[in-house]
Structure formats: C-alpha cells, structure tokens
C-alpha cells in the first residue's frame, strides 16, 4: 500500500486549485464511502477566524479530564499531516497512526474514481470514514476555511455549532468585510442545533451571526457578553451564565483572548449536552490543556539552546491584523510582568496583510527579523517583510533562517536578556517545531 505522502501527491493532481470552495465534490464521495458522516459521535462544529483551534483544545483537555473519549479534527497540521486526525480514547487520543490514515485515504481514492476534488475535501473525507469507525463519546470538528461552503459542513445536525471571534482574513474567498465573513462563517449553523457565538471584536460581526443563527431556526443562540461571560479575579477564571458560576483556575493557554476561548469552550460543551462534566473535570481541563504554536514558550530544545541565559524564546502562529492585535496585546502583558526588549522573528504568506499585522508591534518591538518560510509556494520573500516592517515604523534586519535569525539577536546590544516572538505563519511555527525537536504530540 502506498504511504500517506504518497497518496497526497496523488490528490494534489485532482484538482488544479488548491482552494475551491464547494460541497458538491465532497457529498458525492462520502455517498460513495457510504455516508460515514451520518455516522459518527455527536459533533461539536466550530469555525471562526481567530481562537477556533484553542476553543477546540480547551473543550478536548475538558472532556478528557471528565474521563470521555473525543475525536479531534483541525488544520492545518504544523509538522506532519497526522496531527490533523486525533482519535479519541479514555485517557486521551492519539494522531493518527500511519496504516489507518494511508489505508483511509487509499479507500478514498479508489471511491473518488479520478473525479476532481481538492486536497482538503478528500483527506476530510479520509478523516470522517476514520472516525466514523472508531468509537467516542464527541466529535470536535474544526472548519477548515469560511463555514458554509467548507468540506466539513457536511453534518446534517450537530450537537452544537460555534463561531469564535471574527476578523478580516481570506478576503478572496469570504470577502473584505467583517459582515461578509461573519455570514460564511453563520453557514454552519443548523436547524434546531445550539449556535455559542463568542464575544466578538466587532459588533457587525455579532449582529450578522445572531441574525443568521435566528434565521435558520438555531436554538438556543448563546452569545457572549450577554448569555454567558468570563474575567478574570484574583489571578483566577471566573465564567457566568444563566443558571451557574464558577471560580476556576486561569487557563494555562497565555494571553487575555484564552479566557474568552476558554469561556466558549465550556458554554459549547453545556450546550451540547455534556453539562453534567463536573468542576474536578473543568479545573484540570484548564491546567493541562495544549496547544502547540499558538502563545507557546520553547523553554528547552535545540533552538532554545542556542540562547544566552535569560532570554526567552515564544512562539505563535498567528498571521491576520486581529491575530496580530490579540499576539502584541499579550507580549505587551508579558512586559508588564518583565519589561524586557521585545525581538520579532517573522515570516509571512503573500495571501496575509503584512503591513495590517506588523502594525500591531509598533512602539512594542525593538527589532525585526525577517525570515523566509520554505514549506509555501505563497511565502513572502524575507527581503519584502522587512521593507514592510520598515515602512510602518520598525527597526529591521533579514537572516536566512531561523537558527541565523537568533544568532543575529545576540549581535544586537540590548540592556538584558530579550524576549524573542516568532511569528506570522502556521507553516512557520511548523518549521520552528521541527527544528526545536519538539513536535506536537
């Protein structure tokens, strides 16, 4: 049988773009797998612009805490395909292994037949027949891109449909309004099926979900802020709704946007059926919960090796101008607790705003590296992020790496030790892993 890698080699030559939104290619091959999508465990679907992943990792560190199996599909992956397809077990799950997903994806060849179809409709589909066939308690499924038109918005009637906060992402294929990417995203919610809208940056974006979610007859609508909410006191989590409150700990996930991810995470779960997961469950879900590439500190590794003592190394994921917003909100935090010189290492995609993005570290960051990303056709040369970064006001170099990249901060003369943030792309954050040897598990 051929590996996962080749079989995707394969599908690359289904479908001459990479992007094509549209169920129709995808319902005709699951008819064809014989429906897995009907299938399944109770879903949980989530879409969103910023915050869906670690929604999702919040509500599978909770389940699992209360002792319940959860399948898990997000993208992108970070280092190898795998980290796509979690499936779940008592005592947590695990990536999938390379004989299921190699035969999985061989299944779906053989029923797709050569017909045209894209890269992520396909292994969507591989990833549904997979979880179709092992048992759990929920399925915790992640959009891929958009909502109404995304291969995951297959499922007739999930047990819950969630919107995480909105922005201005993918203008090509959603549109260059916070409406009109709000109205895509509302596309997964059903009748009759409970819709948990997060607090949202951006009140177009509330008013189009909610009238989105009333108009297709989604109950209950859950919004944050008004139905539900969370703060912080004391240096703990406290989240409100309707009926209960509770004093939890902070989330172990840094950032202030955790607490809101946090806070939906719970609501969904609630509102999806699994009310009766207890405090004990909810407080060690908190503590334990993982998320790799998104506000995550590298405090050992070859690449955190290579710093002097002091200094310290973060890594995040995050490309659009809120993602940007929430990431420098959350470096400027960490300055309040250790005001420290603040160095960017970043590379971005040609399809991001670079200049939207760069803006938020303004007045925030010492210096930018600028570094080129060699897992995408669409990365920005290193040369072109720091003209960018120049041109909205910050001090920039290039560095064909990221191991040169930290050599270069230790050329810089700074008072103390530095805090260094790479950033910018998922494909980025990918390579740092991989380089740091310390893979998502």
Partial sequence: MASSDALMARFLALHPRTIDLSLGRIERLLSRLNHPERRLPPVIHVAGTNGKGSTIAFMRAILEAGGLAAHVYTSPHLVRFHERIRLGGIGGGQFVDEDRLADAFSRCEAANAGEPITMFEITTAAALLLFSASPADVLLLEVGLGGRLDATNVIAQPACA??????????????????????????????????????????????????????????????????????????????????????????????????????????????????????????????????????????????????????????????????????????????????????????LLSTKDADGFLRNFVGLARALIAVPITTSMAARPAEEVARIGESVGLSTRTAPSIEAALGQVKDIAFEQPPRILICGSLYLAGLVLAANDTPPV
């Avoid at 995470?265 to 207890?278: K, V």
């Fill in 162 to 347: 969630v919107v995480t906060p909105i922005g201005r992402d993918h203008a090509e294929y959603l549109g260059d309004t916070v409406e009109s990417v709000a109205a895509e995203k509302a596309g997964i919610f059903k009748r009759g099926c409970p819709a948990v809208i997060a607090a949202q940056d951006y009140a177009e974006a509330d008013a189009v979900l909610c009238r989105h979610a009333e108009a297709v007859g989604a109950g209950p609508i859950l919004v944050g802020n008004q139905d539900f909410s969370v703060h912080e006191e004391r240096g703990r989590m406290v989240y409100q709704d309707e009926t209960d409150l509770f004093d939890l700990p902070r989330p172990r996930l840094a950032g202030r946007h955790q607490l809101v991810n946090a806070g939906t995470a719970i609501t969904a779960l609630r509102a999806a059926g699994f009310g009766d997961i207890g405090n004990a469950a909810l407080e060690r879900g908190l503590t334990e919960v993982d998320w790799p590439g998104r506000l995550q500190r590298l405090g050992r590794g070859r690449l955190a090796a290579q710093l002097d003592p002091g200094a310290e190394l973060w890594l995040d994921g995050g490309h659009n101008i809120d993602g940007g917003r929430i990431l420098a909100a959350a470096m400027a935090d960490l300055g309040e607790r250790s005001d420290v010189p603040l160095v960017l290492i970043v590379g």
